[in-house]
T-cell receptor
């Protein structure tokens, strides 16, 4: 049982490049979410999904796009990377109602 | 938006000491989570609380819904407990977690 799998673990991008952070879970959780973690700021919600075909914005959605075509996958797209998006990104899944969160191992992204 | 405050921000203690980390929040919640993050590591869920008290090994978590306050206790602390402990709240399930900034705990041998 893999839980939540995030790829890649590390990535360096140039300003203006685009990329997709992958997130997959095998627990049949309806709810998935993306967070970014910055020093002194704590974790902040970027986007979330309560099921396939349904997504919504969190606290810091600008510059990011998501889709949820299947229950298992919830990719996060950076449309045009900026240095301000340098951060550690975590994907999480949970049961309906937001209980019992499981986090991925994180993606450390540097935008230069 | 819920405001989640943790204290202390940093805590250094000697092995064997009893540790308490506090968390307060501003708006009613459906659940509170305590998470652990080791340096450079992922995030592990320790507890989810909606009322009362939970215990797992040397860790104890309590919550007082009326006072909007939770505590995480570590008994007989050990250097392997050194980590960042994060409090997070869920206001109603679908809209994600709101996090505190974390408490950086160092247990010295």
């Amino acid at each position: 049982n893999a839980g939540v799998t995030q790829t890649p673990k590390f990535q360096v991008l140039k300003t203006g490049q685009s990329m997709t952070l992958q997130c997959a879970q095998d627990m049949n959780h309806e709810y998935m979410s993306w967070y970014r973690q910055d020093p002194g700021m704590g974790l902040r919600l970027i986007h979330y999904s309560v099921g396939a075909g349904i997504t919504d914005q969190g606290e810091v959605p600008n510059g990011y796009n998501v889709s949820r075509s299947t229950t298992e996958d919830f990719p996060l797209r950076l449309l045009s990377a900026a240095p301000s998006q340098t951060s550690v990104y975590f994907c999480a899944s949970s049961t309906t109602g937001g209980y019992g969160y499981t986090f991925g191992s994180g993606t450390r992204l540097t935008v230069v | 938006k819920n405001e989640v405050e943790q204290s202390p921000q940093n805590l250094t203690a000697q092995e064997g000491e009893f540790i308490t980390i506090n968390c307060s929040y501003s708006v009613g919640i459906s659940a509170l989570h305590w998470l652990q993050q080791h340096p450079g590591g992922g995030i592990v869920s320790l507890f989810m609380l909606s009322s009362g008290k939970k215990k797992h090994g040397r860790l104890i978590a309590t919550i007082n819904i009326q006072e909007k306050h939770s505590s995480l206790h570590i008994t007989a602390s050990h250097p392997r407990d050194s980590a960042v402990y994060i409090c997070a709240v869920n206001e109603g399930g679908a809209d994600g977690l709101t996090f505190g900034k974390g408490t950086h705990l160092i247990i010295q041998p």
